[in-house]
């Protein structure tokens, strides 16, 4: 999927588990394909609980092991959903370069192998989550990253690049003259403790289609509080979206800078993923044409 990635195949991955954690060399090890774009993910079942083993596959992912590992434990037990649990930390070893996690196996069906358009009870626990993780204390940390989740306007190079090569994919013109006004946005609203990527593939649901855990907490941290509502553009129809947005609360402009963070996110995800993941391109075209069809500037 990406041009620096390292190469993990069940065999390394049994070989690491095996010498660093003897006592699990017993348990089947078997790769979960599509649950990770910067990791790779394997389950790990056979003991008295079900564990999952991620490895980062790019240097950036590696660099940002702690700083995940710690988002686990600030939001472990703290929504009633269950989120990711670490349970060991592995180490480089037969070439694999980066550290690596063990945690517990979380149930549920992926919400990106769901229709969720029009699922309200998944709206409600959705933003009950949200809501949760922005009550999360900010001691004293403010958003620093480069990423999404500060000032729309510092995206501009990389919203170009990504319309320059999506020219077959999608109607670039009112896609850049709609970024023309989303980057315009003031960022007014004060940072709130936020997920960071509420992508359907790291919400895990019941058979009733409800939320049961949350995946992929890494990007845990302070950002502006419209960036989680980019959920509503991900997952729902407009009127699913609606009730939604009314039920995360805050300011009117939050809601329409979440569309905009939404933009940002998914006009990346049609071209980059097109051969290398085409469910994650796929998510990418659904919640821009939801973007394109209902501009809220």
């Known amino acids: 999927m990406h041009p620096d990635e390292v190469d993990v195949p069940t065999t390394l991955v049994r070989r690491l588990v095996d010498e660093q954690f003897p006592a699990w ?6 790769p979960l394909p599509g649950r990770g774009t910067v990791n790779a993910v394997f389950a790990l079942t056979g003991g008295d609980e079900d564990l999952v ?17 710690a988002a686990a434990r600030e939001v472990l037990g703290r929504t009633r959903f269950a989120t990711p649990e670490v349970v060991a930390a592995g180490e480089p070893g037969h070439g694999y370069p980066f550290g690596w996690t063990v945690l517990r196996l979380l149930p549920g069906t992926p919400a990106d192998q ?5 699922s309200v ?6 933003a009950e989550f949200v809501r949760g993780v922005r009550t999360l204390p900010l001691r004293g940390r403010r958003f620093a990253g ?12 990389w919203v170009a690049e990504c319309l320059q090569r999506s020219e077959s994919l999608f109607d670039v013109p009112a896609a850049r003259e709609l970024w023309s006004r989303f980057r315009a946005l003031p960022h ?22 409800r939320l049961t855990a949350v995946l992929d907490v890494g990007g845990l941290g302070p950002a502006d509080p419209a960036l ?22 805050g300011e009117e402009l939050d809601w329409v800078r979440g569309q905009a ?28 044409a939801r973007v394109l069809a209902d501009p809220l500037v």
Do not use: I, K
């Open 114 to 118: 769901v229709d969720t358009a029009g």
């Open 261 to 288: 963070w939404a933009f940002v996110q998914a006009v990346g995800l049609v071209w980059y993923y097109l051969d290398s993941h085409p469910g994650m391109s796929s998510l990418g075209a659904r919640t821009l």
């Open 188 to 209: 007014v609203s004060a940072d709130v403790v936020t997920h960071g990527d509420l992508v359907p593939g790291n919400l895990l649901l019941d058979g009733a289609g």
């Open 53 to 69: 083993v991620r490895l980062p596959l790019r240097p950036e992912a590696a660099d940002a092991l702690d700083a995940e590992r």
């Open 146 to 157: 480069t990423g999404r989740g500060g000032d729309l306007h510092r995206h501009d190079a």
């Open 25 to 30: 060399r017993d348990r089947a090890l078997e």
């Open 121 to 126: 009870g998944l709206v409600g626990d959705l």
């Open 228 to 249: 989680d509502l980019v959920a509503g553009w991900h997952l729902f129809d407009r009127p699913a979206r609606e009730v939604f947005r009314t039920a995360c609360g």
